[in-house]
T-cell receptor, first 111, second 117 residues
C-alpha cells in the first residue's frame, strides 16, 4: 500500500500560485494519483487524478515526473476560498486495498 | 455527475441508542462504498469497505457488531451505530467508488455529525 507524505501546512496570499508536493516512493505500477480538497465539516471533494506527466482541469494542474515517486498539485491564483486541507492519495481500482488518507496539507490563503 | 448524499447530516442522540446513517450514490451505481470517521483536526480513518450483496470488510480495531453495515443495493449503503456512547461522537463520511476507469476514484458524501450525549 503506497504511503504518501505531504507538508503539514502551507501559507499563501491571494492571487499567488500554490504548489503542493506529495511523495509516494513505493507507488505501484497500476496506481493512480488522486488529490482531494476538504473544507471543515464537509466530505472531501475530488480535484484531479493522473497517472503520469501532466493533467490539467478547471482550477488545478497535476504534475507527475517520469519516476512517479512524487506529484505536485498546482493551484493558480488562489483565493481565500481555497483555504482547505488537501490530500494526496495513490491507488487503483484493481487493487485489493483501498485509498488510505495521510495527514494532508492545510493550505491557508491570506488576504 | 458522481454525487453522493448522506442522511442525516447531523444527529444528536442519547447514550445507548442506535443511529442509522444512509449513504446514497445519486447518479451512478456503486458496487463498493466506504465508511470513514474523522475526529477534529485529524485525517479520515477508514472503518470498513461495503460491498453490494456481501458482508462488509472491517478495518482492524473496528467492532463489526457495533458498526453494522448493510449494502443492499447498488446505490445505498447504511451504517448503524449500535448502543452509541459519547466516545462514538465523530464525523462519519461515506464514499462510493466510481466503477469506470482504472484509477481508484472515490466520491464522498457530505458527512454526518454524530453527537452522543
Amino acid at each position: 500500500l503506497a504511503k504518501t507524505t505531504q507538508p503539514i501546512s502551507m501559507d499563501s496570499y491571494e492571487g499567488q500560485e500554490v504548489n503542493i508536493t506529495c511523495s509516494h516512493n513505493n507507488i505501484a505500477t497500476n496506481d493512480y494519483i488522486t488529490w482531494y480538497q476538504q473544507f471543515p465539516s464537509q466530505g472531501p471533494r475530488f480535484i484531479i487524478q493522473g497517472y503520469k506527466t501532466k493533467v490539467t482541469n478547471e482550477g488545478a494542474s497535476l504534475f507527475i515526473p517520469a519516476d512517479r515517486k512524487s506529484s505536485t498539485l498546482s493551484l493558480p491564483r488562489v483565493s481565500l476560498s481555497d483555504t482547505a486541507v488537501y490530500y494526496c492519495l495513490v491507488g487503483s481500482s484493481g487493487s485489493a486495498r483501498q485509498l488510505t488518507f495521510g495527514s494532508g496539507t492545510q493550505l491557508t490563503v491570506l488576504p | 455527475g458522481a454525487v453522493v448524499s448522506q442522511h442525516p447530516s447531523r444527529v444528536i442522540c442519547k447514550s445507548g441508542t442506535s443511529v442509522k446513517i444512509e449513504c446514497r450514490s445519486l447518479d451512478f451505481q456503486a458496487t463498493t462504498m466506504f465508511w470513514y470517521r474523522q475526529f477534529p483536526k485529524k485525517s479520515l480513518m477508514l472503518m470498513a469497505t461495503s460491498n453490494e450483496g456481501s458482508k462488509a470488510t472491517y478495518e482492524q480495531g473496528v467492532e463489526k457488531d457495533k458498526f453494522l453495515i448493510n449494502h443492499a443495493s447498488l446505490t445505498l449503503s447504511t451504517l448503524t451505530v449500535t448502543s452509541a456512547h459519547p466516545e462514538d461522537s465523530s464525523f462519519y463520511i461515506c464514499s462510493a467508488r466510481l466503477p469506470s476507469g482504472a484509477g481508484d476514484t472515490q466520491y464522498f458524501g457530505p458527512g454526518t455529525r454524530l453527537t452522543v450525549l
